[in-house]
């Protein structure tokens, strides 16, 4: 009988060490998505875990605010310990308690959502798009280096408020015509979901075997090393076209 406890629980560990990435993301974008709801519903039309596809390919977005200053997109993580980024890194960095784990620069995942929706919007003008990445579990942003907006949960909701001071590119039939497109262009079915986390974890992949390689992941020059503000990088021979970067 102490055995099948102990096969048990073990399987347990093991399946919940499998699953807490995807619970623990699940756990701040129903974070994000709370504090989204807070929003004054007659200004801007919130829309939480999109998946759109394009000309390109799909895109996965944790959340859209449509307002009449723009778009926001929200890429949303949940960490804990201190973090560290670069704006053109490939990766950032978690550190807990002396140990590093990598994860795929947040921006750059920004960027490409960015982009699909530019490329499914593109016959309603020059919308600007304001994107945000939100860090919703304990994680101290320690050494984050972008100009891009990097925050915390709690300064969504006023980060997202201040933009009401500047000019306004959208009226308000725009605002709700653009978020009934979005809701519609979203894709619910779950083996395209499925299918779409299977092509980025293959992307991985092979970006991760590049590097090992010596490879840009971006677009396969020679990695060399390099010292800059911070220190030694590994950077790509085709700079400035291709700003890779990683830690030496």
Known sequence: MEAVVLVVFVLFVFAWKSARPRVKGGI?????????SGLDENEYVVLNDLLLKSKTGSAQIDHLVVSRQGIFVIETKFYDGWIF??????YWTQNMYGKKTRFLNPIRQNQTHVR????LLSDIG??????????????????VNTESPVIYSRQLRD?????RNTTSVLSPDQVKSIGERL???NVPDRSERKTHIHRARNASAIRSQRERSGLCPRCGGQLVARSGRHGRFMGCTNYPKCRYTRNA
């Open 28 to 36: 701040g974008e129903r974070k994000v998505a709370w504090t989204l």
């Open 116 to 119: 699909a929706l530019k490329n």
């Open 183 to 185: 809701k519609q262009a």
């Open 126 to 143: 020059n919308i600007p798009f304001i994107p945000i990445v939100v860090f919703a579990g304990r994680g101290v942003l320690k050494g």
């Open 85 to 90: 980024g670069h704006e053109n890194a490939e």
């Open 159 to 163: 980060t997202i408020m201040e933009n």
